[in-house]
């Protein structure tokens, strides 16, 4: 489609305050190095800087490249930042002798991040590792945070799906269970991550678990994972704290989930509705990685939601310079 027509729908559909996704103008992306207390954070920023801002906090074991397909799609209204973690994507990954891989650890160079590029408040858009990033923040700043949007990003015991139940013998006993990151690291553990039990295979780009794989393949990478799956044990205690906390701050939420996803079950998403009983929660036909299978529905309900509760950008739509 050329440019100027694709920008022609674009400002048609504005123009009519539509919450449907608008088609895709890729000059909207840059990408960013940072250095937050010596370790190189790589991210992505789309849409202009004016706007209100939506951190999107990505997932295991993928990176902010997972949001490629969303960006675009957002980025003529809100300022978009998706930076991938220490020890993933394009960021720096330093050994566990320079760096602790913590969630707490995590947040708090995201939260670094955030400092750096003078960004007081957002919206939280948390998949899967991100629920754990994200909340650590929230509970760490929750002036800053708008709005929580959820996509598989567990916070409830009910959530949890049978693997976990091999993982918990890891953390009770990491030496005597290495299989478990022998799986957590696989290239069939990645593949299935994304595949779950969708009856739609043929939806699925094998590029997203075979790039997967090679970054877990790097050298290192092994024990790095083994230590933040060892630390997530830490999330599940603090399963009762995260909702405890949303109790006592109801914050507009949606709650969407990839009923295909075996890791983090649908249960998991209900559950949201006890502590944030406004929530907007929508079980999608899609996976744990609910872009590979539903952009589309992904872009319309998370629009439609912001539209409803976050001001949009009084900016003419740009990419940052």
């Known amino acids: 489609m050329p440019t100027q027509t694709v920008l022609a729908a674009a400002a048609l559909a504005l123009a009519h305050g539509s919450p449907q996704p608008l088609p895709s103008v890729s000059a909207t992306t840059s990408y960013h190095r940072a250095e937050i207390n010596g370790v190189g954070v790589f991210y992505r920023e789309a849409g202009p800087r004016a706007a209100p801002t939506i951190l999107l906090l990505h997932g295991y074991p993928s990176s902010s490249r997972q949001?490629?397909?969303?960006?675009?799609?957002?980025?003529?209204?809100?300022?978009?930042?998706?930076?991938?973690?220490?020890?993933?994507?394009?960021?720096?990954?330093?050994?566990?002798e320079q760096y602790s891989y913590t969630f707490d650890n995590i947040a708090a160079t995201i939260e670094g991040l955030i400092a750096h590029l003078g960004i007081e408040r957002y919206t939280l858009f948390m998949q899967d590792y991100g629920g754990p990033v994200g909340f650590r923040m929230a509970l760490a700043h929750p002036e800053r945070v708008r709005a929580l949007i959820v996509q598989n990003a567990n916070a409830y015991a009910e959530g949890l799906g049978p693997k976990w139940q091999g993982i918990a013998k890891f953390w009770a006993d990491p030496a005597t269970h290495p299989e478990q990151v022998d799986a957590f690291t696989s290239l069939e553990g990645a593949k299935q991550r994304h595949l779950g039990t969708s009856p739609n295979p043929e939806r699925y780009n094998p590029d997203t678990w075979a790039d997967e794989y090679a970054n877990l393949s790097r050298p290192g990478e092994r024990v790095i994972q083994a230590a933040l799956?060892?630390?997530?044990?830490?999330?599940?205690?603090?399963?009762?704290?995260?909702?405890?906390?949303?109790?006592?701050?109801?914050l507009p939420t949606l709650v969407l989930w990839g009923r295909y996803d075996p890791s983090f079950l649908v249960p998991g998403a209900e559950a949201y509705r006890r502590d944030m009983q406004t929530a907007e929660l929508h079980?999608?036909?899609?996976?744990?990685?609910?872009?590979?299978?539903?952009?589309?529905?992904?872009?319309?309900?998370?629009?439609?939601?912001?539209?409803?509760?976050?001001?949009?950008?009084?900016?003419?739509?740009?990419?940052?310079?």
Do not use: C
């Open 67 to 96: 949001w490629d397909p969303l960006l675009p799609l957002l980025a003529d209204r809100y300022h978009l930042i998706a930076p991938d973690y220490p020890g993933f994507g394009h960021s720096d990954a330093p050994s566990p």
């Open 283 to 321: 079980i999608l036909d899609a996976g744990h990685f609910a872009l590979d299978e539903a952009t589309d529905e992904v872009a319309r309900l998370t629009r439609d939601f912001l539209a409803r509760h976050i001001e949009t950008a009084k900016a003419p739509a740009s990419a940052p310079q």
């Open 229 to 250: 799956l060892y630390d997530y044990r830490t999330n599940v205690a603090s399963y009762p704290v995260w909702q405890e906390w949303m109790r006592g701050h109801p």
